[in-house]
């Protein structure tokens, strides 16, 4: 079955970068658009950006440009997204969800916390 | 961007009766005949959950009770009828236009 997994819990320290993962199973990775959704505690779903594995075409949210980088690894079947410089303001639930009609298939986030 | 505007932000109905959700949409999220519209339904500590998408179409493996229809910039979930499982928040999406956008939400509680 379909199969989107991610780390549960990652800690940053304010500043430096981190690094989220999405390991896909159980379907064909390169076919289908990852997309990346940020959820603050308590608040409401929003769209970071969005990658193709094939070719790595990626289409980001402006309001992130500055914060999110999106890469894949085909041979581990493994989307990442890099966040810059994080704040407190990044602290929230990421998670990773496959397109194929609407957003198919979720991670069940990794919940980001920054603090020194 | 579009702005999908929710309604209500929240509702509560009998168990058995019919809950209606809105989503109206800043312009229309239509193209090539189909209306990318999307719901989701998120309970607590979970991921989203595909409904619908494109407006109406049910998505394998969801119940039938659940329903959308709409075209263009109004959109509507319908939930009839209603059960105890169906207490969460739901979501709709537009993925027509980059940045995709979600509504704010629309939390469901039993009366």
């Known amino acids: 079955q379909v199969q989107l997994q991610q780390p549960g819990a990652e800690l940053v320290r304010p500043g430096a970068s981190v690094k989220l993962s999405c390991k896909a199973s159980?379907?064909?990775?390169?076919?289908?658009?990852m997309n990346w959704v940020k959820q603050r505690p308590g608040q409401g779903l929003e769209w970071i950006g969005m990658i193709h594995p094939s070719d790595s075409e990626t289409r980001l949210n402006q309001k992130f440009k500055d914060k999110a980088t999106l890469t894949v690894d085909k041979s581990s079947s493994t989307a990442y997204m890099q966040l810059s410089s994080p704040t407190s303001e990044d602290s929230a639930v990421y998670y990773c969800a496959s397109m194929i009609t609407g957003f198919d298939y979720w991670g069940q986030g990794t919940t980001l916390t920054v603090s020194s | 961007d579009i702005v999908l505007t929710q309604s209500p932000a929240s509702l509560a109905v009998s168990l058995g009766q019919r809950a209606t959700i809105s989503c109206r949409a800043s312009?229309?999220?239509?193209?090539?005949?189909?209306?990318?519209m999307h719901w989701y339904q998120q309970k607590p500590g979970q991921p989203p959950k595909l409904l619908i998408y494109?407006?109406?179409n049910l998505e394998s493996g969801i119940p039938a009770r659940f329903s959308g229809s709409g075209s263009r910039t109004d959109f509507t979930l319908t939930i009839n009828p209603v059960e105890a499982d169906d207490v969460a928040t739901y979501y709709c999406?537009?993925?027509?236009?980059?940045?995709?956008?979600f509504g704010g939400g629309t939390k469901l509680e039993i009366k």
């Open positions: 999406q537009q993925s027509n236009e980059d940045p995709y956008t």
């Open positions: 312009e229309s999220v239509d193209s090539y005949g189909n209306s990318f």
């Open positions: 159980g379907y064909s990775f390169t076919s289908y658009w």
């Open positions: 494109r407006a109406s």
